[in-house]
């Protein structure tokens, strides 16, 4: 039997998610759980394992491809094939001409070369017109997309052996895209009915049109001031780099963000975790000052838990866990991943957590449910070798901590002028929930706790 998989929701509501990278091919051999593809999410990259068991006969979705939920991906001939079965009509599937469809043997083709646009069931849904379905014939093939919907050629009698009709050509009036290309092409200045799709039925896909704005680049820096070619570089917006752009806007806009910044003396917590380093049970682990800053965030927010808290406009929900967030910068933009339940681990357990997490970023692997449910967030930017910045709150949230880098600097230490480790914490937090008081006392407390490290067993 042939069986399409569908891209699924993968959780919290996924409206569509982009091809990201193939791990089979038409002619392989696929099992149960066994991962096949890389979708990128708005939230994350995320990898599908299959359904079901067989040989793959089709890719139904190309790489850079943007595909909705419940579009077919992949079609997979499994063992229980026995010539006779058609293929599960898709939900909603109630027209005559899609169950007329659906019963032509159009699958009996060599198993790992596919089946191209006879295949597909999604065209003749895109294809039919609004003013009623009879042009369709029993037992022919899906026309291809009418090339001008005004022709006034429709009261004609379809003509039931007619050979299906070829994919539009380019120059055709309308070209097969799905809505995300369409707008991208808009954007790019690409005319669609110049293209010849190299997607699944002769679709046009995103690499089409990007191909296509890159060829025309040097023509049209020609055209303008007589620039030359390369001086500009079109980076699409989507995935996650649009998911987390429209939520810091929706933040910086919604709540009222403050800052505060304190410079404060690691030069304690910097010995800590020299000696932390020499433990066993940090062998295994990279310790770095981040873990100590996490740990006195956590501190603090015992003391001050409603800088753990979500704004709802009906009510302020305070949180008795901590989902520590840690903003990473991705090649795929920023991801804010968080550690569950981190104020109840120990330090060693902690680091370990820490420090798979910055794995999993780095690798591109966060799921949605690590990027889903933080309390409060740390934005390492000392990393980049900046002293502080003002960090826009991650939505959901309503504190963030900014660590900036650590540096030699003078310092007066009882009454004497000394050369210690100094870093800059900023704090931004939301002026509905927490007030200046409240900020400042948090803010405070990290600070005290990163100059003496004991406070941290003291406060717990």
């Given at each position: 039997m042939l069986r399409e998989f569908k891209l699924p929701d993968v959780g919290e509501g996924l409206l569509e998610a982009e091809i990201v990278k193939w791990h089979v091919a038409p002619g392989d051999t696929v099992k149960v759980n066994q991962t096949i593809v890389e979708i990128e999410t708005a939230k994350a990259v995320v990898e599908l394992p299959c359904p079901f068991e067989g040989t793959v006969s089709a890719l139904m979705a190309a790489e850079g491809q943007t595909v909705e939920v419940g579009t077919p991906i992949i079609s997979v001939?499994?063992?229980d094939d026995d010539g006779a079965p058609a293929p599960e009509a898709p939900a909603g599937s109630e027209a005559a001409g899609e169950k007329t469809e659906k019963t032509e043997k159009r699958e009996p083709v060599l198993v790992g070369?596919?089946?191209?646009?006879?295949?597909?069931?999604?065209?003749?849904?895109?294809?039919?017109?609004?003013?009623?379905?009879?042009?369709?014939?029993?037992?022919?093939a899906p026309p291809a997309t009418p090339a001008k919907p005004a022709?006034?050629?429709?009261?004609?009698?379809?003509?039931?052996?007619?050979?299906?009709?070829?994919?539009?050509?380019?120059g055709g009036e309308r070209a097969l895209a799905k809505p995300p290309v369409r707008k991208l092409a808009r954007d790019l200045g690409v005319d669609l009915t110049t293209l010849t799709g190299t997607g699944p039925h002769g679709?046009?896909?995103?690499?089409?049109?990007?191909?296509?704005?890159?060829?025309?680049q040097p023509a049209v820096h020609r055209r303008e001031a007589g620039r030359a070619p390369g001086r500009e570089e079109r980076i699409p917006v989507r995935g996650v780099r649009r998911a987390t752009a429209q939520a810091m806007v929706a933040s910086a806009f919604t709540a009222p963000h403050v800052t505060e910044f304190l410079q404060v003396d690691v030069t304690a917590t910097m010995e800590a975790v020299g000696r932390l380093r020499r433990l066993p049970d940090f062998a295994d682990v990279k310790v770095s000052p981040l873990l100590l800053v996490a740990k006195a965030l956590m501190t603090a927010v015992k003391r001050h838990p409603m800088a753990n808290a979500t704004w709802t406009d009906e009510e302020i929900i305070v949180k008795h866990y901590v989902n520590l967030g840690i903003a990473a910068a991705?090649?795929?933009?920023?991801?804010?991943?968080?550690?569950?339940?981190?104020?109840?681990?120990?330090l060693p357990e902690l680091a370990h957590a820490l420090g798979e997490l910055t794995?999993?970023?780095?690798?591109?692997?966060?799921?949605?449910?690590?990027?889903?449910?933080?309390?409060i967030t740390i934005t390492n930017i000392g990393v980049f070798g900046v002293d502080s910045g003002t960090p826009i709150i991650n939505p959901g949230e309503v504190a963030i901590l900014a660590f900036g880098q650590i540096r030699d600097m003078p310092w007066v230490v009882d009454g004497q002028l000394a050369v210690r480790k100094v870093t800059?914490?900023?704090l931004s937090f939301d002026h509905r929930v927490v007030d200046g008081e409240l900020g400042s006392r948090m803010l405070r407390d990290v600070g005290d706790m990163l100059e003496d490290p004991l406070r941290m067993l003291a406060w717990s």
């Open positions: 001939r499994t063992g070369y596919g089946v191209k646009a006879s295949a597909t069931r999604r065209r003749p849904r895109k294809a039919a017109p609004a003013n009623g379905g009879g042009a369709q014939a029993a037992g022919s022709t006034p050629a429709r009261p004609a009698a379809p003509v039931p052996a007619a050979p299906p009709a070829p994919p539009p050509a380019p679709s046009i896909t995103r690499a089409d049109v990007e191909a296509a704005a890159g060829a025309a991705t090649e795929r933009g920023l991801i804010v991943p968080n550690v569950k339940d981190a104020d109840a681990l120990s794995e999993r970023a780095r690798a591109g692997r966060c799921t949605p449910a690590d990027l889903s449910g933080g309390t800059t914490l900023a």
